[in-house]
């Protein structure tokens, strides 16, 4: 037993009965990995400002930073004390047998009441309303203004301070947004019906996107949600058309920005765009006003170095007319907050991505809470009348129902694209995403069983149900040369490394153009698999993963070392570096280049932002780089591989949730692996949501 858990005495298993009991209860915590070292820290900070502060407000404190730190933008403590298993997911290594101490433990038996109205009464929390501007001063300048308190409770949810302001500043932000009168560009319906068709007759069945485009089209605020493939770039581009023609006309172009999360998002969307807009049936003047140009949001905001302040805000605002930005799914509370403020109050926001994929690692899930409403529409008569009038559709499909334009006020300003062109109706992977997105744990596992029973769906299962012998040979074959009978459409990670060895153009000179054209062969061969783990510890972690895959092609022959440098070893960048212009996300492979009058070195092949040209870094000029075999499903969105293999760990952790499945499953084009490390970890990912507490609410 620790120190810490002989001093509180164990036996209890109620709150701590002062501060004392409390400090070396979050030192256990601590120390068994359920809480950060800086949730301690503010807990105790509490106690040393004001050591009457009742344990009720600086335990609830810890936990709500506790709750940032697992995606949660606050501490909802009804949802908390009605589940107190739930509050703070076991640490990795699953946290032992749950004993007196843990917090499930502690906090059983308490009541969401006693703990609110000690809330209310300190000091060091401001009971807000929720629906006013909250005042920016410093967090702890005056414990004693209720606007400067360190703590918002806001109903049953307690936010730090901070928190609390992003939260109100992107729902006032997109209130005034989506209250600005419409304004639809001059001729829509014209414009509309030579982009995308005359309607059809009787104005069914619905063509979404051209929906999309109208919604978009008429309001400073629109979201467009939709899985792969369902045709949101297709639909932004011939947005940005619809806008951008009538102010061409008028000889005042919009000033159009485009922006994504993360920099492999921006390189994807820019090379998408680029080809869609040479597609464009407009004048050439309106196709050079679109650009193709994507930056990460970060850059354009202009991120000062080493802070959390933008060159852009209220006070110097970003100069442009319209901002796209896609991949929203992985834009955190934070950044969306800093978005809004940087953003001209006359200028249009379009926010892109698929609602059903995993929030951001950070806290808030912005785009799945703006999203609540996209599955049922809940158009208001108003919305009904104008879209019906604006695009020559009838609304009248059976997944649609009746919404309250005030009630329902970001519904009104949102489309969700429906019909994917990647994955139809007859597709497996399609079928297996839908599957798993309606939740239910036994349709989705059957129809699991029947795809991959079924020969040409792209669909293969591999599960621990067979004896731990044959699971693991069958694993390593899955690893190295993809699913027997298929491995012409999905490849394991040896053919990548037999494109390397068989292409090499052994007769060129050093700097001839084929050593570069030899790279991006091998670029594009490695990004046609990818091994995606749930967790990043453990037997199936990401960690382990390369370890086992690295230990294979090594015993086959195909790299010649299984740490530090060596040919074929794949990486990925893991922070964005000014220094060699790479971004997190980026995918490299070290090869053996020639070099004029000297002996071969390794190089890392990078593709460049373009997706044309391939760059060559030294090894060591790159700092923060792991090894790419596998990685996890978090860092893989925003890319596509031709097959996945999706590894889900022997034990049902907490973030083995239905998004994660689905983003997975989704990050495959043509062929689609799941490994179950133990029977029913699938069925119980999707039968779990991520839930993130915020009160991301907006009405009129
Ligand atoms: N209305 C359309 N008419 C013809 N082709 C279309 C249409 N909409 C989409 N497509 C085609 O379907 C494919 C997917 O479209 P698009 O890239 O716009 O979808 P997306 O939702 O942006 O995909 P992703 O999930 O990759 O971001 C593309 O090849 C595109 O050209």
């Known amino acids: 037993m ?14 701590p009965r002062d501060a004392a009991e409390l400090r070396s209860l979050l030192g256990l915590w601590v120390e068994r990995g359920w809480l950060r070292t800086l949730d301690r820290a503010l807990a105790e900070f509490f106690l040393d400002l004001r050591p009457e ?72 929390v401001e009971a807000a309303g929720g629906g006013t501007q909250a005042a920016q001063g410093d967090l702890f300048a005056d414990a004693g203004d ?68 109208a919604i978009a089209a008429r ?65 050439p003047g309106v196709r050079a006003a679109i650009p193709a140009d994507v930056v990460t949001v970060h850059r354009l905001l202009g991120r000062r170095a080493g802070s959390r302040q933008f060159r852009h805000h209220a006070g110097r605002p970003l100069p442009l007319d319209v901002l796209v930005v896609d991949e929203a799914s992985m834009v955190d509370l934070e950044m969306m907050a800093s978005l809004l403020d940087a953003l001209p109050p006359d200028a249009r926001l379009v926010l892109i991505g698929d609602k059903d994929q995993l929030a951001s690692v950070e806290a808030g899930a912005v785009l799945g809470d703006l999203c609540r409403d996209a599955e049922e529409g809940r158009y208001g008569a108003s919305t009904r009348q104008w879209l019906e009038a604006a695009t020559g559709l009838a609304l009248r499909d059976p997944r649609l129902r009746e919404g309250d334009a005030a009630r329902h006020l970001l519904a009104q300003q949102t489309v969700m694209l429906r019909d994917s062109r990647r994955f139809g109706p007859d597709s497996g992977i399609g079928r297996l995403a839908r599957s798993v ?7 989705a596992c059957a129809e699991l069983q029947r795809l991959a029973d079924s020969a040409g769906s792209g669909i293969s299962l591999l599960s621990a149900a067979d ?40 007769d060129a000179a050093p700097g001839d153009a084929a050593w570069e054209d030899w790279a991006r062969a091998i670029l594009a061969a490695f990004d046609r698999f990818r091994v995606l783990c749930a967790v990043r510890q453990g037997d ?49 492979i070290a090869l053996e280049l020639p070099a004029p009058g000297a002996a071969p070195a390794l ?76 029977p029913g970890v699938f069925g119980t990912a999707v039968g779990r949501r991520v839930r993130r507490a915020s009160g991301l609410d907006i009405c009129a």
């Open 2 to 15: 620790t120190t810490a858990s002989r001093s509180r005495g164990v036996s209890s298993s109620s709150l």
């Open 53 to 124: 502060t009742d344990v009720r407000v600086a335990l609830a404190a810890a936990l709500a930073s506790g709750r940032l730190g697992h995606g949660h933008v606050c501490l909802d403590l009804e949802d908390a004390l009605a589940s107190p298993g739930e509050v703070l997911p076991p640490p990795p290594d699953g946290g032992g047998e749950p004993a007196p101490w843990q917090p499930q433990q502690v906090l059983a038996g308490q009541r969401a009441g006693a703990w609110l109205a000690a809330l209310r009464a300190s000091p060091l």
């Open 146 to 213: 209720p606007g400067n308190r360190p703590l918002v409770l806001c109903g049953p949810r307690l936010y730090l301070r901070r928190y609390w302001r992003y939260e109100r500043q992107v729902v006032e932000g997109l209130r005034a947004r989506l209250l600005a009168p419409a304004a639809p560009p001059p001729g829509l319906r014209a414009r509309l019906d030579r982009l995308f068709g005359p309607p059809p007759p009787g104005g069914m069945p619905i063509d979404w996107q051209k929906l999309a485009c």
């Open 219 to 283: 309001g400073a605020f629109g979201i467009i949600t939709g899985g792969p493939g369902t045709g949101k770039t297709t639909t932004v581009v011939r947005l940005l058309a619809v806008l951008q023609e009538p102010a061409v006309e008028a000889g005042r172009p919009l000033r159009v920005r485009l922006a994504a999360p993360t920099g492999k998002a921006a390189a994807r969307l820019s090379a998408s765009i680029g080809e869609q807009i040479g597609r464009l049936d407009v004048a």
């Open 437 to 443: 997105n309606a939740g239910d744990p036994a349709a």
């Open 467 to 506: 004896d731990g012998a044959a699971f693991a040979s069958r694993l390593d074959t899955l690893l190295l040369d993809g699913p027997p009978g298929a491995q012409a459409v999905a490849p394991g990670h040896a053919a990548y490394l037999h494109a390397l060895r068989d292409a090499r153009p052994v």
């Open 540 to 588: 199936h972690g990401v960690v382990r993963s390369n370890q086992r895959i690295a230990r294979l092609l090594r015993a086959r022959g195909l790299i010649e070392r299984e740490d530090g440098w060596y040919e074929g070893r794949p990486v990925l960048v893991t922070r964005n570096d000014p220094a060699t212009g790479l971004v997190n996300g980026d995918i490299g």
């Open 603 to 678: 190089r890392v092949a990078f593709l460049r932002g373009d997706g044309g040209g391939v760059r060559f870094v030294l090894p060591s000029r790159l700092g923060a780089v792991e090894t790419a075999y596998a990685m996890t499903v978090h860092k893989s969105q925003g890319s596509e591989f031709a097959h996945t293999a999706l590894l889900l760990p022997d034990s049902a952790s907490p973030v083995l949730t239905r998004e994660l499945v689905y983003t997975g499953i989704t990050r495959a084009a043509a062929w689609f692996t799941l490994v179950e490390a133990a």
